[in-house]
């Protein structure tokens, strides 16, 4: 039996920011209209950030785009705020909608907070004045990004990831509940990603706004945002929790293939090696030394078992693995001891797999480099 609580404590009432009644996307060519995803239905909520998923060519540009207004939509509607997206005026759209592209290189010469203050351009008037209130506005959004410290830095001397936190730090200071940003951590290092990642959620969850960006870092996505939209041509548009989408299996539908494996439990991706061989290894099973040995020895093609686990590798050759150091044994002698799994690996007969000899067929035919 369910009870329900009288209580709302832990309860809050999510608003629906955006909503896709049938929509279908696309192009009005010389041709005529061509579609490139329909029937999609699906809401934003305010204080969460969506990541929208796909692969390359599934329309999540063109979706991004027909949300920003940039190009109108084939069929459906779109409701922002209640209210059809086609109803506002670009001024009136603009205090409601922000936008953030992955390129900006076309702003130049102009200092970090001067960009962050054009966020406030709904709001300045035909003169664009700042007052005190929108002054403050951009110190706040300088300090929440984090970037006080470029304000007076031009655009140009800033890195990839420098200049993506001021197009933020600009959207944020348009105030607006609603924020699309289009693959905002392209061409970002790996630790930037995860920063700009966190921050983006930050600021979903603190400032109350809703935050739908387009990415194909997969396994980011599934573990900071709050709701994920997968879109493909031929599935059409799942909606939910990562943790949800994981556990009906709708991440494994859209993105597993043959050489890749899903782990719905940590919401992560590992790649499937094939294996041509088997070799022998000791040691406890449960030491890191241990477990990352397998996945050297797997990644080459030789699958790691036990002399239980098989009777068709070769009791010849095997490796002992300890708590300081890999031992490489041949007929029960040791032959090499090493702290550092390489020389190990170097010293075994690589394992020549199905897909390693056709590779080497199709070089065969390439010239050889020089």
């Known amino acids: 039996m369910c009870f329900k609580k009288k209580s709302r404590t832990f309860v809050s009432i999510m608003s629906i920011s955006i909503e896709l009644k049938d929509l279908t996307t696309g192009y009005v060519t010389k041709k005529g209209k061509k579609a490139i995803a329909s029937g999609l239905n699906a809401t934003l909520e305010s204080g969460e950030m969506t990541c929208l998923l796909g692969p390359n060519g599934a329309g999540k540009s063109t979706l991004l785009r027909t949300l920003a207004a940039f190009q109108p939509s084939l069929g459906g509607t779109i409701e922002v705020m209640g209210r059809k997206l086609e109803e506002y005026t670009n001024k009136e759209l603009a205090q409601v909608v922000s936008v953030v ?206 002399k239980q686990d098989t009777s068709e590798a070769s009791k010849d050759v095997y490796v002992k693995v300890d708590t300081d150091y890999f031992h490489l044994l041949e007929k029960g002698e040791e032959s090499l001891c090493t702290k550092k799994m390489g020389p190990i690996l170097r010293a075994i007969v690589p394992a020549i797999t199905k897909h390693q000899i056709s590779a080497i067929r199709e070089a065969a035919d390439m010239n050889s480099y020089e």
Request: glycine letters at 4%.
């Open 101 to 306: 592209l992955t390129d900006n290189s076309d702003i130049k010469n102009m200092r970090a907070e001067e960009v962050v203050a054009m966020g406030r351009s709904p709001y300045t008037g035909f003169w664009g004045k700042l007052n005190e209130k929108d002054k403050t506005v951009i110190k706040k959004c300088l300090h929440w990004v984090g970037i006080e410290d470029l304000a007076d830095r031009r655009m140009q001397t800033l890195s990839d990831g420098e200049r993506q936190k001021v197009m933020i730090a600009k959207a944020v200071a348009q105030e607006t509940p609603v924020i699309l940003l289009d693959e905002p951590t392209a061409y970002l290092d790996y630790p930037s990603k995860i920063a700009m990642m966190l921050l983006l959620h930050r600021l979903a969850k603190a400032l109350k706004k809703t935050v739908f960006m387009s990415t194909h870092d997969l396994e980011h996505a599934l573990q900071v945002a709050d709701q994920v939209w997968l879109l493909d041509k031929e599935q059409g548009l799942t909606t939910g929790l990562p943790e949800d989408l994981s556990l009906d299996g709708s991440i494994e539908r859209y993105f597993s293939r043959d050489d890749m494996m899903f782990d719905r439990e940590s919401c992560t991706f590992s790649i499937t090696h094939e294996t041509a061989r088997d070799l022998i290894v000791e040691g406890n099973p449960n030491t890191l030394a241990y477990k990352l040995f397998q996945k050297a020895l797997v990644r080459n093609g030789i699958r790691p078992v036990t």
